[in-house]
């Protein structure tokens, strides 16, 4: 295969690397080889004015590079490295990366969104701190060369490595991953190929994790790590993973930018940074990260905070701290059903959630021994009663009965009536009750067409 050189379309001056800009359409004909790749515009959107982002000689770049070429952060990024202002970054669209040769990069190669990415195609050999693949369809035809981590994850991108993966440490966790070779002296899991069993993973019935193996964990600088995903947030930002390269000591405003950016790595702080104010830091962006929290510094007193600003924090109180009390205070909050324990259902509190609930009464979520003819009669009075058929049926109530009752609560409650339960019965025993209303011709104008389909 013989690689020629591409005559770029200059957009603007862009000479900051190696990298330019060119369009799908001269890709496409110095290069007629790509169109044969499935991969190349897998989903058959790309337009030949469309870009590529390409270097026609081997490169060496400084720093990171990030391959999520469609996010925010990463288009900033790439506005600067090809000078151009971020508002033609934002009229351009840029669907891969081609070089035509080896690539360097003294930091990490970065693909950390893992439903999609831009394709990528080298011609030769990559040299980086660490590897990370997501989403992206990335073709190397040489050699992938880390001085950490390759890491691939996610079914929604491929990687084929034509040579050999080295680095100290490989992991493939669900990805469509191939290499002709391979050379990885202290850690290699492979979800899809045979796997050392001191290297394999352990199931936490409690959490639902996969728990990394002891084997990976002594390998690493921060201990706290358990999970090839907060592995890969370390990874996703550049960082040095691996305790024999010595990476820098961290700082308590380094936790607190991490915190205030994703509360989950308050899990990774390590205990002298893991301060009140930090935990407070991460309770004020979410009541999620209350299982992250010290346990010392969880009160009944913090529970009933979270619970009042916002019911749906029920879901991660300690059972400890859950009374009778603090449900109504979720309650009242707006919350789901099934967020609260079941030993604490009443009749009042089912109603106080189904009438405070951002979204539609679920009569699904409550058990049968609650199912009243008052219930129900409550519940189509508070929403669209969109399971009442079913809620009937199952616990032998008269559904008739229950909309007759509804009707009987008053004129106002005719909305639910004929927007979600119209019948001929239901009409004939509203006009029955409210012939005589003067209110009664306002629901015959406003559901006149289905007033017309009952009459024919």
């Known amino acids: 295969m013989i690689f020629k050189k591409i005559t770029s379309i200059n957009t603007n001056k862009m000479q900051n690397s190696n990298f330019k800009l060119t369009t799908i359409a001269e890709i496409k004909t110095k290069y007629p080889f790509l169109s044969e790749d499935e991969k190349f515009d897998y989903f058959d959107e790309w337009q030949d004015e469309d870009f590529f982002l390409t270097a026609d000689e081997d490169v060496n770049f400084e720093g990171i590079f990030y391959l999520d070429l469609y996010e925010d952060k990463e288009k900033k990024w790439l506005a600067k490295l090809l000078n151009l202002p971020d508002k033609k970054i934002e009229e351009i669209r840029i669907e891969g990366i081609f070089v035509n040769g080896d690539f360097s990069v003294s930091g990490s190669i970065i693909n950390a969104e893992g439903d999609y990415g831009p394709y990528i195609f080298i011609s030769g050999s990559v040299n980086c701190q660490s590897l990370l693949l997501g989403g992206a369809n990335v073709e190397i035809k040489g050699n992938v060369t880390a001085k950490e981590v390759v890491m691939t994850y996610y079914n929604h991108g491929n990687f084929n490595c034509s040579g050999s993966i080295n680095s100290p440490v490989f992991i493939v966790t669900d990805h469509n991953t191939?290499?002709?070779?391979?050379?990885?002296?202290?850690?290699?899991?492979?979800?899809r190929d045979e796997i050392d069993s001191k290297n394999e993973c352990e199931y936490d019935d409690e959490t639902g994790d996969e728990i990394i193996s002891n084997e990976l964990r002594k390998l690493l600088d921060n201990p706290l790590i358990e999970t090839f995903e907060e592995l890969e947030r370390d990874l996703a930002r550049g960082e040095l993973v691996l305790k024999q390269n010595n990476p820098p000591s961290k700082t308590y405003e380094y936790w607190r930018e991490r915190v205030l950016v994703n509360y989950r790595d308050l899990?990774?702080?390590?205990?002298?940074?893991?301060?009140?104010?930090?935990?407070?830091?991460?309770?004020?962006?979410?009541?999620?990260?209350?299982?992250?929290?010290?346990?010392?510094?969880i009160t009944s007193q913090l529970c009933e905070k979270l619970v009042s600003k916002e019911g749906f924090a029920i879901q991660v109180i300690p059972d400890e701290f859950i009374t009778k009390e603090?449900?109504?205070?979720?309650?009242?909050?707006?919350?789901?059903?099934?967020?609260?324990?079941?030993?604490?259902?009443?009749?009042?509190?089912?109603?106080?959630?189904?009438?405070?609930?951002?979204?539609?009464?679920?009569?699904?979520?409550?058990?049968?021994?609650?199912?009243?003819?008052?219930?129900l009669v409550e519940y189509v009075k508070i929403g669209k009663g969109l399971w009442?058929?079913?809620?009937?049926?199952?616990?032998?109530?008269?559904?008739?009965?229950?909309?007759?009752?509804?009707?009987?609560?008053?004129?106002?409650?005719?909305?639910?009536?004929?927007?979600?339960?119209?019948?001929?019965?239901?009409?004939?025993?509203?006009?029955?009750?409210?012939?005589?209303?003067?209110?009664?011709?306002?629901?015959?104008?406003?559901?006149?067409?289905?007033?017309?389909?009952?009459?024919?």
């Open 178 to 191: 191939a290499f002709a070779e391979r050379k990885n002296d202290l850690f290699y899991y492979n979800d």
């Open 267 to 297: 899990k990774l702080v390590p205990n002298e940074f893991k301060t009140e104010e930090l935990c407070n830091l991460a309770l004020n962006k979410t009541f999620h990260a209350l299982p992250f929290i010290d346990q010392d510094l």
């Open 326 to 375: 603090l449900c109504f205070k979720a309650a009242e909050s707006g919350t789901m059903l099934r967020l609260i324990p079941s030993a604490y259902y009443s009749e009042e509190l089912i109603l106080l959630v189904f009438k405070n609930g951002k979204h539609q009464p679920d009569i699904n979520d409550v058990p049968s021994a609650f199912i009243t003819e008052n219930l």
């Open 388 to 456: 009442l058929d079913k809620a009937c049926k199952e616990n032998g109530i008269d559904k008739l009965h229950i909309l007759k009752q509804v009707i009987d609560s008053g004129i106002e409650y005719l909305d639910n009536i004929f927007g979600n339960h119209f019948s001929k019965e239901t009409v004939d025993y509203a006009f029955s009750v409210y012939k005589n209303d003067e209110d009664w011709n306002k629901y015959v104008q406003k559901y006149k067409q289905k007033f017309e389909r009952i009459e024919k």
